[in-house]
């Protein structure tokens, strides 16, 4: 009896995203390759986890037991099974192309790296999955997928709960079969996999990257020639995802230099506009030359003040790299919204109030904050609440369900009779922050009798 490529399996109806896909043809299993040895390393799976989406399928990391069943994890099959005849002279030039190519193209090399992984060892599908480390204990997402499995490209796996892990931690090739026998996400995707040969991925400095593996079409198909060809074609692997890995962060920081010029000159104008509009106040309440310089001169530091505090960074001079908690978020809006305040005793009540329980936020968490609550109070001096004598602004937040939800509300400002036709600079900036940094979500409720802006972030998100 042979067997076929990995296909579909239809284990029941659980829940989907979509059409169910066509199904690739069967392919029965050859019970004379079920092999009932002992697992090499003892490998704990957590406890249950959370469900989440693989391909069309919900899909849940739920181990029915502690270990894999012995002969999930078969190593030990490679040294013992006779290795196929191997053209070392193909598998030479293959390499000595796949390395003209890293420099010459490197960003298709992985592409090619896993197509001739499949080419030198018979394999019907293969890919590349990287480890992402956050939010921790981290995932694996497939990359680069070639054959059968193609369509699973992006998706993600636990790290703590496949066979990726194990391969992670065992540093080593690593074969397993039938792996969807415990590694319940597969098999309620669907998928069944004869064998699988994985390989560690890492950097020179033992970095930890993820793994290349390849999928057999049937049973007793991989061994020690074959765990060779892809150590050697890993090691290229390596290089090349560090070699990507490290152009896209510079990308990065090309682009965050970028937006921090634009930023620069975004808050140079609205600065003059403030101390402009302050010295207008100013002049209209002062009693004379002397009160009006004693009454801006406060106003003016309190604005230098809350504008460093909005451009202060970990790479500023003095500054800690520490990340846990350092400022109060009511200490911090207080401290940003102080300039646009006027004198309780001259105009007979405060324009802003302030409520909510303690926050704590990180540095970065302090500075985005900073910048929103900035660009907030710029926008209501010149065109909200703040610019009549009556205007107030209210800023609550509450705690709930592991989120931070934060409400600006504007009141006794002109009437709104419409949302603004575009966006300016710095609501794109408040935007960016909260949906960029924090991975939150920032909306507008453009009410006639004021502005309402309604912030959510994970709490997760403000020790940063």
Request: glycine share 8%.
């Amino acid at each position: 009896m042979t067997v076929s490529t990995p296909i579909p399996r239809r284990t029941g109806t659980p829940p989907h995203r979509g059409p169910r896909q066509p199904r690739r043809g069967p392919g029965p299993w050859d019970d004379r390759h079920v092999l009932a040895t002992a697992i090499e390393d003892r490998y704990r799976a957590p406890a249950r986890g959370p469900s989440h989406f693989f391909g069309d399928r919900l899909v849940s990391a739920r181990p029915e037991a502690s270990a894999p069943p012995a002969d999930v994890f078969i190593t030990h099959e490679l040294a013992r099974r006779a290795p196929r005849k191997t053209s070392y002279r193909d598998e030479k030039r293959a390499l000595q192309a796949l390395a003209r190519q890293m420099i010459d193209r490197p960003g298709e090399v992985l592409l090619r790296l896993v197509d001739l992984a499949m080419e030198l060892t018979g394999s019907v599908s293969g890919g590349i999955s990287l480890y992402e480390a956050h939010p921790a204990p981290g995932v694996f997402r497939w990359h680069h997928l070639r054959g059968l499995l193609e369509k699973f490209n992006g998706e993600t796996t636990p790290r703590d709960f496949s066979p990726c892990g194990v391969c992670l931690d065992r540093a080593e090739p690593t074969l397993t079969l039938r792996p969807e026998r415990f590694y319940t996400w597969l098999a309620e995707a669907d998928i069944s996999l004869p064998e699988v040969l994985l390989v560690p991925l890492f950097t020179a400095g033992d970095t930890p990257l993820g793994t290349l593996w390849i999928v057999s079409e049937h049973a007793d198909h991989f061994d020690s020639g074959h765990a060779r060809t892809l150590t050697e074609l890993a090691a290229f692997a390596g290089i090349a995802v560090h070699m990507l890995q490290t152009e896209q962060r510079l990308q990065a920081a090309l682009e965050q230099q970028a937006m921090l010029t634009q930023e620069m000159s975004h808050r140079m104008k609205n600065l003059f506009m403030v101390v402009q509009g302050m010295i207008h106040v100013s002049a209209r309440s002062a009693a004379s030359p002397a009160d009006m310089e004693d009454t801006l001169s406060g106003r003016l530091q309190a604005l230098a003040g809350a504008n460093a505090l909005v451009r202060r960074t970990p790479h500023d001079p003095g500054v800690s790299d520490a990340t846990g908690p350092v400022t109060d978020l009511a200490d911090l809006v207080a401290r940003i919204l102080a300039p646009h305040e006027r004198d309780p005793a001259a105009s007979g009540r405060c324009r802003f109030r302030i409520d909510g329980p303690p926050v704590q936020l990180g540095e970065r968490a302090a500075n985005g904050f900073a910048l929103v609550c900035h660009e907030l109070a710029t926008n209501a001096a010149k065109y909200g609440a703040l610019t009549r004598d009556a205007g107030r602004v209210h800023v609550s937040w509450q705690q709930d369900d592991g989120r931070l939800e934060i409400v600006w509300r504007e009141r006794g400002g002109p009437a709104i009779a419409a949302p603004p036709a575009k966006r300016g600079f710095g609501t794109t900036l408040a935007d960016r922050t909260v949906v960029g940094q924090f991975r939150g979500t920032l909306s507008h409720d453009w009410q006639e009798q004021g502005l309402s802006v309604t912030i959510s972030v994970p709490i997760a998100n403000l020790s940063i």
